[in-house]
Structure formats: structure tokens, C-alpha cells
């Protein structure tokens, strides 16, 4: 097949949009050493939305859609020397790519449907380093059939910290510790797994003063929920250094903390699907919007 086209996307690869722009080689670094960790096939995804270069176009000032040297529409160079670049890079992993006509978040969520994983990035837009995400990373994050990395402008992309993933006794949450295992098994990296409580009452009273019964009963409460979900994976994963830890305080402001210092935040969502329903949850956007470094999005299985 004419790669201009685009190759179709293996089962199983990590899929990683590109977008002309400077954190593509961040973006672009995470994902090509997840594909060579994981043994799986890499795909770049250069989407091109015509919709928006068409709406673009101003007759007043002349400007039109730019061709590529053999009269593609679209930067079919910038695929072509990125595919080039990453096979060089990672010789032993089966690199392919496309560029496809059609809005980049709609490409993110179709490669999804093969993909193990879909990589993007994000970039930092305040005073404060928020990141600001864009419409592809956000709608990946919340649609996506498979885990989505939200790679941050800046991040390091070779991090060798902990895996630290959120546990709440959701079935959501169930699936991110699955998956952060299973990560922290192929890393050989320890394993940090969290939960948090922000305001308990017992017997009428707000828990407030450490070493109290009451403080010690409420955290007894919620390790019990944590080891409810790690205790199996510790059997399946016995080569994984997995460490429990609950704390006091906002779940948003805990992983924001520990990112600093993490290989990688896993988090679990809803996945509600469709485009009515578009919630990612607050403490998920709110780690995906303050995080330094790349968080992973993982959607649990429906139940029926």
C-alpha cells in the first residue's frame, strides 16, 4: 500500500499521534520505548482534519491549502521522515503509519479499536503549568476502547520512578491496578498503589487527629479496600515490589504530588461511552491538567 495512504493498524500496536509541533518528539519517545518493552508493533498517526484547512482558507489574503511535494494534501513529508526516524531508532520494533483525512480525536478513538495502547500529548498553556488539552487528547481519554498515555509537555519520557495507581474499589479502579501490574512487572519498577479519604465521621465526630482510634479505624477501612484489589495481583505478579499507602487529602492533589517523582500515573475511568456523555471525572482531569509526568487512562470493561 502507497504509505501516503497509510498502512493499516496492526492488532496490538501502540498507536501515537503526531502533530507537527514540538512535543511530537516526547510524544513520539514514550511510545516507541512502550512498543519495544511490550514487544508490540508501533503505529504514527498523522491525522490531517480538511475540514478545519478548508473553514481556514481566506480569499481576501490568499492563503489555500498547502500540497506536499507530490501534490498531497497534508504534510506527507513530516510522516514519512518520522516513520524513517523511529524504525532507525527502534530497528527491532515493526513500525507503520497513516495519515488520514479526518478530525484527530475521531482518528485517536478508530485506531483505538486495534490498539493496545494510544499515546498523545499535551501542552503547557499558564503561569501555573497547567496543561491544556486539547480536543483529540481529551476526547481520546474519554472514548478510547483502549488505555490512552496523556504525555505531558516537558515530562520525562525515560522515567524510571515508581508506577503509582489509584485505587478506590471501583471496578474502574480495578482495571487501572491490573494494569499498572502489569507495567510495573515489564519496567521491573516498583509499585506504588493509593487510595485517600478526605472527611470520615465516626460516632458523630469528624476524623481530624492521627493515632486516635477513630483515625486508625478509618484507615484500616480503606487498605481493606486497597488489598481487596492488589492482594490477587500480587499472586498473578509475584515479581512486582508493591507498596499500599492511604492517605489523608484530595485524590487530585496526592497523584499531582507523586507525579513528580513517578514513572507513570495510571488511573481508571467510567469510559461512558458516546459523545452525550462526555465526563471524565474531576479528579481524573484534574490529574491529567497538573501532572509532570505521563499519566495513563484506563477504561474499565462495561457491565451489563
Given amino acids: 500500500m502507497d504509505e501516503r495512504e497509510g498502512d493499516a493498524i496492526p492488532d496490538g500496536a501502540v498507536v501515537v499521534g503526531i502533530g507537527n509541533s514540538d512535543r511530537d518528539a516526547e510524544t513520539l519517545t514514550w511510545a516507541g520505548n512502550s512498543a519495544q518493552r511490550s514487544g508490540s508493533p508501533l503505529h504514527i498517526l498523522h491525522a490531517h482534519d480538511l475540514s478545519a484547512e478548508m473553514a481556514a482558507i481566506d480569499p481576501v489574503a490568499g492563503n489555500a ?8 494534501l497534508g504534510n506527507a513529508s ?6 524513517a526516524g523511529s524504525r532507525e531508532r527502534w530497528p527491532d520494533v515493526p513500525v507503520t503509519g497513516s495519515q488520514p483525512f479526518v478530525r484527530p480525536e475521531q482518528a485517536l478513538i478508530d485506531a483505538s479499536q486495534n490498539a493496545r495502547l494510544v ?5 503547557r498553556v499558564s503561569a501555573l503549568q497547567r496543561l491544556g488539552l486539547g480536543r483529540p487528547s481529551l476526547a481520546a481519554a474519554m472514548h478510547a476502547k483502549c488505555p490512552v498515555v496523556i504525555v505531558p509537555q516537558g515530562s520525562r519520557a525515560n522515567a524510571d520512578g515508581p508506577v503509582v495507581v489509584a485505587i478506590d474499589g471501583s471496578a474502574h479502579s480495578a482495571a487501572a491496578a491490573e494494569r499498572a501490574f502489569w507495567i510495573a512487572e515489564l519496567r521491573h519498577a516498583p509499585l506504588v498503589a493509593l487510595t485517600t479519604w478526605n472527611v470520615e465521621v465516626v460516632d458523630g465526630m469528624v476524623v481530624t487527629t492521627p493515632g486516635t482510634d477513630a483515625w486508625n479505624a478509618t484507615e484500616a477501612k480503606y487498605r481493606a479496600i486497597a488489598d481487596k484489589v492488589v492482594d490477587p495481583l500480587r499472586e498473578t505478579h509475584p515479581d512486582v515490589d508493591c507498596t499500599v499507602e492511604v492517605l489523608r487529602n484530595s485524590a487530585a492533589k496526592v497523584l499531582t504530588e507523586r507525579s513528580v517523582d513517578a514513572g507513570l500515573i495510571v488511573m481508571g475511568t ?4 458516546g459523545f452525550t456523555g462526555m465526563l471524565l471525572g474531576s479528579v481524573s482531569q484534574q490529574v491529567l491538567e497538573t501532572a509532570s509526568c505521563p499519566v495513563m487512562v484506563v477504561r474499565a470493561a462495561p457491565t451489563s
Avoid: Y
Fill in 78 to 83: 513530516l510522516l514519512a521522515e518520522t516513520l
Fill in 270 to 273: 467510567r469510559g461512558r461511552g
Fill in 65 to 72: 491549502i498547502s500540497l506536499g511535494p507530490d501534490g498531497d
Fill in 119 to 123: 499515546v498523545v500529548g499535551a501542552a
